[in-house]
């Protein structure tokens, strides 16, 4: 949606093509909030489009985020230009394969073939902002795993059937940290619950700190996951 405006800014027209709907990942967050306040995370366009936030300096929910952008998406501004559940399966130069006249100056000039939901939409330029958080990094353990629970979104949702269980808690990420909160809690309601923290670090305190941290959101939950190692 930040592409979509800055192309109706340089009176471009944009196609948006969302696999669900706009902010759909972000609904899968959970209570999780950010680190960083909603004007470092969203474009002054989006949230007027939106209709405004009452304030810019809150610490949001993704799910808080995800009705911004949808409110955003529906508005008169960007609606036109917003395909919902259009899930792209390829991306070609007109009608030609990866390895057709590679490197020609001819081909550069052809449009990109984009097809999704079996429509085909021709553009002059791509941007892929797909993002991540469906393709979480593998996990290669030496055991085999009974469940694996990759989000912290399901990880908030499935919280209570993990009482009195034996939980291995993977990386030593920001994730890793805020998935551990949540278990500490567990732990503290449930004693019989086990957690066992494994991360490639060497230290002790394994989350990497910031010296005098700006973003208090951030600096409470490394203390915090660090601590409870």
């Given at each position: 949606?930040?592409?979509?405006?800055?192309?109706?800014?340089?009176?471009?027209?944009?196609?948006v093509?969302?696999?669900?709907?706009?902010?759909?990942?972000?609904?899968?967050?959970?209570?999780?909030?950010?680190?960083?306040?909603?004007?470092?995370?969203?474009?002054?366009?989006?949230?007027?489009?939106a209709?405004?936030?009452?304030?810019?300096?809150?610490?949001?929910?993704?799910?808080?985020?995800?009705?911004?952008?949808?409110?955003?998406?529906?508005?008169?501004?960007?609606a036109?230009?917003?395909?919902?559940?259009?899930?792209?399966?390829s991306?070609?130069?007109g009608?030609?394969?990866?390895?057709?006249?590679?490197?020609?100056?001819?081909?550069?000039?052809m449009?990109f073939?984009?097809?999704?939901?079996?429509?085909?939409?021709?553009?002059?330029?791509?941007?892929?902002?797909?993002?991540?958080?469906?393709?979480?990094?593998?996990?290669?353990?030496?055991?085999?795993?009974?469940?694996?629970?990759?989000?912290?979104?399901?990880?908030?949702?499935?919280?209570?059937?993990?009482?009195?269980?034996?939980?291995?808690?993977?990386?030593?990420?920001?994730?890793?940290?805020?998935?551990?909160?949540?278990?500490?809690?567990?732990?503290?309601e449930?004693?019989?619950?086990?957690?066992?923290?494994?991360?490639?670090?060497?230290?002790?305190?394994?989350?990497?700190?910031?010296?005098?941290d700006?973003?208090?959101?951030?600096?409470?939950?490394v203390?915090?996951?660090?601590?409870f190692?």
């Amino acid at each position: 949606l930040a592409a979509a405006c800055a192309c109706l800014r340089r009176k471009l027209v944009p196609v948006v093509l969302e696999a669900e709907t706009p902010g759909a990942s972000l609904a899968r967050f959970g209570p999780t909030r950010f680190y960083t306040p909603v004007k470092m995370n969203l474009p002054v366009d989006v949230i007027a489009f939106a209709g405004g936030v009452p304030d810019l300096d809150a610490i949001l929910t993704g799910p808080e985020y995800a009705r911004i952008l949808e409110a955003a998406a529906a508005s008169p501004q960007l609606a036109p230009y917003v395909q919902t559940h259009h899930r792209v399966t390829s991306i070609t130069r007109g009608v030609l394969s990866r390895a057709d006249m590679a490197g020609h100056p001819v081909r550069a000039e052809m449009p990109f073939r984009v097809v999704a939901n079996d429509r085909v939409f021709e553009v002059d330029g791509v941007l892929d902002a797909t993002g991540t958080y469906g393709h979480p990094v593998p996990l290669a353990v030496p055991c085999s795993m009974v469940e694996t629970i990759r989000d912290l979104g399901v990880l908030h949702a499935r919280r209570g059937e993990l009482a009195n269980r034996q939980i291995l808690l993977t990386g030593h990420g920001h994730s890793a940290a805020t998935a551990l909160l949540v278990l500490e809690s567990l732990v503290r309601e449930f004693p019989q619950t086990h957690v066992t923290w494994v991360t490639r670090s060497r230290n002790r305190r394994p989350i990497a700190t910031v010296p005098s941290d700006t973003l208090p959101e951030r600096d409470r939950v490394v203390s915090a996951a660090n601590a409870f190692a």
